[in-house]
């Protein structure tokens, strides 16, 4: 077998969650009852929204986009594995892997972005309910949904011209069930300094960035809460955030710890299992969470079937 470099491959192939063949049947049926739920549950959303009046105000304007970007997001992996699944073939042309990779981190950038957005907003209706048709007003609620596109978009080009410049060695088998960066760029036989500079100074900037002002936001709603006489008011000003707390840790909580179970385990198995909580599972569970803890969006998703 040759091992010298090609700066251009046509392929690569994808070895799945598993590579028992008596498997492929149950992970074909899992995943995809959890995409249609994924894909219904978050269409659901945006539709209840568009078509309900009462729910035209900022929450839920970036909630619907919000929903968007999830399934974006699992749309971006999870068809190509269960179309690799169902023809037993695993392997995915060059350009779809750098398409998978573009598309991948951009709505998985969004998701972050838009967490943070939300986050503001819950802060502005908290801290500053007299300011808050003032503050998020329509033009600017727009400016952030722009912002936080353009930011993703740069994102997902910046690491994806960073990978096209690399070669690649003959191996070239991604252990996992999508193109991740990750993996694609440990596969590259060219010097990856570069890239893994440019990934570790994307993920803190535009990582640790968002996440500082999430919980900046939920520090001064909490001493605002705190500073609240009545138990009604107290549990008024819970409510109106604890849905979007509860993704935000869902969706922190399973990030974080997919990179921790990277870090201690030398198994690349053992990260790609793990990675289906957030790329899968959490795109799955925030439309329950959004609806089954909202009375609004309950009323409105019931009018879409009368």
Request: overall charge neutral; proline content about 4%; aromatic content about 12%.
């Amino acid at each position: 077998m040759e091992t010298e470099n090609q700066t251009h491959v046509s392929a690569f192939i994808l070895l799945g969650l598993s590579e028992e063949a008596e498997l492929q049947p149950l992970l074909f049926g899992l995943f995809l009852s959890m995409y249609v739920i994924t894909f219904t549950g978050n269409l659901l959303i945006i539709l209840a929204i568009i078509m309900d009046s009462h729910l035209h105000t900022p929450m839920y304007f970036f909630l619907s986009n919000f929903s968007f970007a999830d399934i974006g997001f699992t749309s971006s992996t999870i068809p190509k594995m269960l179309l690799n699944i169902q023809m037993q073939n695993k392997v995915i042309t060059y350009e779809g892997c750098i398409t998978q990779m573009h598309f991948f981190i951009l709505f998985a950038a969004l998701d972050n972005f838009l967490l943070t957005v939300m986050a503001y907003d819950r802060f502005v209706a908290i801290c500053h309910p007299l300011h808050y048709t003032v503050i998020m007003n329509p033009k600017f609620c727009g400016l952030l949904l722009l912002v936080s596109w353009l930011l993703s978009l740069l994102d997902s080009l910046l690491n994806g011209l960073m990978v096209l410049r690399l070669s690649f060695c003959t191996e070239l088998q991604i252990p996992h069930f999508f193109c991740d960066l990750t993996q694609v760029v440990q596969l590259a036989c060219s010097d990856t300094f570069l890239n893994d500079l440019v990934m570790y100074v994307v993920t803190g900037v535009l990582g640790v960035g968002p996440l500082t002002g999430i919980l900046f936001s939920y520090t001064k709603i909490v001493s605002s809460i705190v500073r609240i006489s009545s138990a009604g008011g107290k549990y008024k000003a819970v409510s109106t955030c604890g849905s979007h707390l509860s993704v935000v840790c869902l969706f922190y909580g399973t990030s974080i710890g997919v990179y921790l179970s990277s870090a201690a385990s030398p198994n690349p198995r053992a990260s790609t299992i793990a990675s289906v909580m957030y790329t899968v599972v959490t795109p799955m569970l925030n439309p329950f969470i959004y609806s089954l803890r909202n009375k609004d969006m309950k009323q409105a998703i019931r009018k879409l079937f009368r």
